[in-house]
């Protein structure tokens, strides 16, 4: 692959990861869906490192954003912190005993299959947040019993098409919190899944079961530098126009979006095009 080639598919690889991640229609899904069309080795050492970069490129709009309120969680009574922790431990778990597994279901023969269900999965889950949102009269500040139902769909979020952000919006919404809570601590949960996702994958990249390791070229590694910015750039952008979609509990159109990615990763499955 030469300089260029590496630059323009790791720009759009960026691109698509900083704004999926933080909107609700599932990064690892249009990766997933994106890397096999431009006929990357999914499975591969050095795509599961260049995965790792990108999504810590993600991180820093967050972190920058967010800075006030990550500040204030080292603060006492340390409540929100205790709640992150808490509401991290189900997708650490699940991630541990499962990712491979998880990874090689979606890498495989039906694994665009897999990614129409899920998808199909998240509109729904859209919908149903947008109803309730809509409909309610009343709410209360987050509390223990959200920030568990949040934690618990986070964990369901780790089978990509399964939005993180957006399935830890709906429980928030539909267990009765306040929006303007849900919505930070949505984005404040996105901090500890992506460094230990990224820890988890870059073990593995680094010490492969079945050896290599990572192995990337020069052109590759300039690529991966680019990619790495773009995802950062419209990360940012992406969580901008998150905190207000959530304002209004607008979820519809991104709901029609998955229906129709759905629909084409159906008709990409029965055509056996990737």
Same mark, same amino acid.
């Not at 778990?93 to 269900?117: E, H, P, T, W």
């Not at 984005?187 to 010490?207: N, Q, T, W, Y």
């Given at each position: ?26 990064? =690892? ?77 979606? =890498? ?167």
């Amino acid at each position: 692959m030469g300089y260029w080639e590496a630059i323009w598919k790791s720009i759009l690889l960026g691109t698509v990861q900083g704004l999926t991640e933080f909107l609700p229609v599932s990064s =690892s899904g249009h990766l997933s869906l994106l890397q096999r069309a431009l006929g990357y080795d999914i499975q591969g050492a050095g795509m599961m490192f260049v995965n790792v970069m990108l999504h810590l490129g993600t991180l820093l709009p967050v972190v920058w954003i967010f800075r006030k309120e990550i500040l204030a969680l080292f603060k006492k009574p340390f409540k929100t912190l205790l709640m992150l922790i808490v509401a991290t431990i189900p997708a650490g778990v699940v991630g541990l005993l499962f990712n491979d597994k998880i990874d090689a279901l979606f =890498s495989g023969d039906r694994g665009i299959a897999m990614l129409a269900i899920c998808f199909s999965v998240t509109a729904l889950l859209l919908l149903l947040c947008e109803y309730v949102a809509r409909r309610r009269k009343t709410s209360r500040p987050l509390g223990w019993g959200h920030a568990s139902a949040m934690g618990l769909m986070q964990a369901v979020a780790l089978f990509p098409g399964i939005s993180r952000s957006g399935s830890t919006i709906v429980a928030g919404t539909v267990s009765g919190a306040k929006t303007e809570d849900v919505a930070r601590f949505s984005f404040l949960m996105s901090i500890p899944v992506i460094l230990g996702s990224a820890a988890v994958e870059l073990k593995g990249a680094i010490f492969p079961e079945a050896g290599g390791g990572i192995s990337l070229a020069g052109a590759e590694i300039v690529g991966m530098l680019f990619g790495v910015v773009a995802a950062a750039v419209f990360g940012f952008l992406a969580v901008k126009l998150m905190l207000k979609v959530i304002k209004r509990a607008d979820y519809k159109w991104f709901a029609l979006y998955l229906v129709l990615l759905s629909a084409g990763c159906i008709w990409l499955d029965v055509l056996k095009i990737f």
